[in-house]
């Protein structure tokens, strides 16, 4: 089965512009977490979704939004970029938000804002 | 929030040796997950621990949530074994909070 995917990669990006991140669940997981993690610290919380509604958001700026699509597959969208979006972005998913919510991550995007 | 710390922050074993590492949090939690995050960013699952102990492999990992810390045990350490482990706990609903991690660096 596949793990967790995330779209691009890589991105390079200038301040001031639009950014779009895509994440792929696990097959028959139904919530997605989203996470950013700068050079040598843990990741931080961005949002949590479970069956398309927000179910929890870190302390972000409004700059960052989300959103999950009927297939579960999620986007995180960062407007306005500076320089200190510059980061690791992680998608996880887990199969459910009680009981047993182990979270399994994708590879992440790497964005750097010049 | 909840403060979830690891110790030690860096590590640098000779192939072969064991190792413990060890993460303490500052409230009771029901789930605990560790993690070790490869060179190129990837975070693999290790354990998913809320309490008792589990092994895979050389690895193993004990949880004792009454007194709010976990232990990951690495023995017979190979190169393969470098990068950073973390920990991280369940906050309400479904948000993990991590710890800052510890460098492991296995020498051959």
């Known amino acids: 089965d596949a793990g967790v995917t995330q779209s691009p990669t890589h991105l390079i990006k200038t301040r001031g512009q639009h950014v779009t991140l895509r994440c792929s669940p696990i097959?028959?997981?139904?919530?997605v977490s989203w996470y950013q993690q700068v050079l040598g610290q843990g990741p931080q919380f961005i949002f949590q979704?479970?069956?398309?509604?927000?179910?929890g958001r870190g302390n972000f700026p409004d700059r960052f939004s989300a959103r999950q699509f009927p297939n579960y597959s999620s986007e995180l969208n960062v407007n306005a970029l500076l320089l200190g979006d510059s980061a690791l972005y992680l998608c996880?998913?887990?199969?459910?938000?009680?009981?047993?919510?182990?979270?399994?991550f994708g590879p992440g995007t790497r964005l750097t804002v010049t | 929030g909840i403060q979830v710390e690891q110790s030690p922050p860096d590590l640098i074993l000779q192939e072969g040796a064991n190792s413990t590492l060890r993460c303490n949090f500052s409230?009771?939690?029901?789930?605990l997950q560790w993690f070790h995050q490869n060179p190129w960013g990837q975070l693999i699952n290790l354990f998913y621990?809320?309490?008792g102990t589990k092994q895979n492999g050389r690895l193993s990992a004990t949880t004792v949530a009454t007194e709010r810390y976990s232990l990951l045990y690495i023995s017979s350490s190979q190169t393969t074994d470098s990068g950073v482990y973390f920990c991280?706990?369940?906050?309400?609903?479904?948000?993990?909070?991590f710890g800052a991690g510890t460098i492991l660096r296995v020498k051959s």
């Open positions: 621990i809320p309490s």
């Open positions: 991280a706990v369940i906050e309400y609903g479904n948000k993990l909070v």
């Open positions: 996880a998913s887990s199969l459910e938000v009680s009981g047993r919510p182990e979270q399994y």
């Open positions: 097959s028959g997981h139904k919530s």
């Open positions: 979704y479970y069956e398309k509604e927000e179910r």
């Open positions: 409230d009771s939690v029901n789930n």
